[in-house]
């Protein structure tokens, strides 16, 4: 049989609930006094087993108990309550009854709590997982949006590369390449002063160019291109039909291109000279062009006084007004020997 003390701890169940906890000392004075039947079932709350009051009275071992002022603040259970010996069973485990802290309210408690933390971590893994599978869609958006604007960009550089006309670049890479080697250009013929075949490729560098050009379907307007060989092929046939066959006109301005230059090196003052004398012979020295250039080429060689005879022969065959007016400015340059053309 257990003892029990003045500290274990009671509790009566009606109709109306739970009351209670009352000690031993409690419900040997419910007894007493007729509130309590002997025979009616109480819960023993610290060992959570059904007992009857009359067990809890005549279990303790020596004198009866006496009520403390703490035992008597509630000398009866409830006023007229009814008590039903057979209604007492014990709580479910885990179930805290009021004011009680046993050991299996404890454990019950550390268990809930457990399943409660297991429970929201649980849940927070839950959402941090759904969080993680809505990011996905819109991280794939933004990739997706980055990639479309990069496309983007890269089409509009490439059109725009595709539309520049880069062709000025490629012309000039032509004309160095003609100019630095003009031999290159006479594949047969009579052999000719450089600097008289570079102002040849100089004149007739459109005219190749314009024979190189390659369409290019619907971007030609936007990028032409210019093939190398026809380009050097058209350069070098119209080179030579002015070496086989001179037109005067064209040797005339070659020399006047090559004595007037501000700076014009002696080779290229001789080459000029030459060249004057030829358009000279060419137009039977009835132009009146070709002599003042002849003149110049004379006055930038060295000689001012013969310059000046050749302008004065230029003179008498003089078309017109502009025509002698040039002859006059050559003449008075020659004379204070001012070069200014």
């Given at each position: 049989?257990t003892t029990a003390t003045?500290?274990?701890?009671?509790?009566?169940?009606?109709?109306?609930?739970?009351?209670?906890?009352?000690?031993?000392?409690?419900?040997?004075?419910?007894?007493?006094?007729?509130?309590?039947?002997?025979?009616?079932?109480?819960?023993?709350?610290?060992?959570?087993?059904?007992?009857?009051?009359?067990?809890?009275?005549?279990?303790?071992?020596?004198?009866?108990?006496?009520?403390?002022?703490?035992?008597?603040?509630?000398?009866?259970?409830?006023?007229?309550?009814?008590?039903?010996?057979?209604?007492?069973?014990?709580?479910?485990?885990?179930?805290?009854?009021?004011?009680?802290?046993?050991?299996?309210?404890?454990?019950?408690?550390?268990?809930?709590t457990a399943r409660r933390?297991?429970?929201?971590?649980?849940?927070?893994?839950?959402?941090?997982?759904?969080?993680?599978?809505?990011?996905?869609?819109?991280?794939?958006?933004?990739?997706?949006?980055?990639?479309?604007?990069?496309?983007?960009?890269?089409?509009?550089?490439?059109?725009?590369?595709?539309?520049?006309?880069?062709?000025?670049?490629?012309?000039?890479?032509?004309?160095?390449?003609?100019?630095?080697?003009?031999?290159?250009?006479?594949?047969?013929?009579?052999?000719?002063?450089?600097?008289?075949?570079?102002?040849?490729?100089?004149?007739?560098?459109?005219?190749?160019?314009?024979?190189?050009?390659?369409?290019?379907?619907?971007?030609?307007?936007?990028?032409?291109?210019?093939?190398?060989?026809?380009?050097?092929?058209?350069?070098?046939?119209?080179?030579?039909?002015?070496?086989?066959?001179?037109?005067?006109?064209?040797?005339?301005?070659?020399?006047?291109?090559?004595?007037?230059?501000?700076?014009?090196?002696?080779?290229?003052?001789?080459?000029?000279?030459?060249?004057?004398?030829?358009?000279?012979?060419?137009?039977?020295?009835?132009?009146?062009?070709?002599?003042?250039?002849?003149?110049?080429?004379?006055?930038?060689?060295?000689?001012?006084?013969?310059?000046?005879?050749?302008?004065?022969?230029?003179?008498?065959i003089a078309p017109d007004?502009?025509?002698?007016?040039?002859?006059?400015?050559?003449?008075?340059?020659?004379?204070?020997?001012?070069?200014?053309?």
């Amino acid at each position: 049989m257990t003892t029990a003390t003045t500290t274990d701890r009671y509790v009566i169940r009606t109709a109306s609930g739970d009351k209670g906890p009352f000690t031993r000392a409690q419900i040997a004075q419910f007894v007493a006094a007729g509130k309590l039947s002997a025979s009616a079932k109480i819960l023993d709350v610290d060992a959570q087993r059904a007992v009857s009051a009359g067990e809890v009275v005549a279990s303790a071992s020596g004198p009866a108990p006496v009520l403390t002022e703490a035992d008597a603040s509630d000398p009866t259970p409830d006023a007229g309550m009814r008590i039903d010996p057979n209604s007492v069973t014990p709580s479910a485990p885990g179930t805290r009854i009021p004011g009680t802290t046993s050991r299996v309210t404890k454990g019950a408690a550390k268990t809930g709590t457990a399943r409660r933390t297991r429970g929201n971590t649980e849940a927070a893994t839950g959402k941090r997982t759904k969080r993680r599978a809505k990011g996905r869609p819109v991280v794939l958006i933004a990739v997706l949006a980055i990639v479309a604007v990069g496309l983007v960009i890269g089409a509009v550089i490439v059109l725009g590369r595709m539309r520049t006309d880069h062709s000025p670049q490629l012309v000039a890479t032509l004309q160095a390449d003609a100019l630095a080697h003009p031999e290159t250009l006479v594949t047969s013929g009579p052999a000719a002063d450089p600097a008289y075949l570079r102002v040849l490729a100089q004149r007739f560098h459109a005219q190749a160019l314009a024979d190189a050009k390659v369409e290019r379907g619907s971007l030609s307007q936007y990028k032409p291109g210019y093939d190398a060989a026809r380009y050097r092929g058209s350069l070098a046939a119209a080179i030579g039909k002015q070496l086989a066959t001179p037109d005067a006109t064209v040797v005339d301005a070659c020399a006047r291109d090559l004595v007037t230059r501000e700076k014009a090196t002696p080779a290229e003052i001789a080459a000029g000279k030459a060249l004057a004398q030829q358009a000279v012979t060419l137009d039977g020295e009835k132009n009146h062009r070709s002599l003042i250039t002849l003149a110049w080429a004379t006055f930038r060689s060295g000689d001012a006084k013969r310059a000046g005879l050749i302008a004065e022969q230029a003179m008498e065959i003089a078309p017109d007004a502009a025509a002698k007016s040039e002859c006059g400015d050559a003449i008075g340059a020659f004379r204070t020997g001012n070069a200014e053309r």
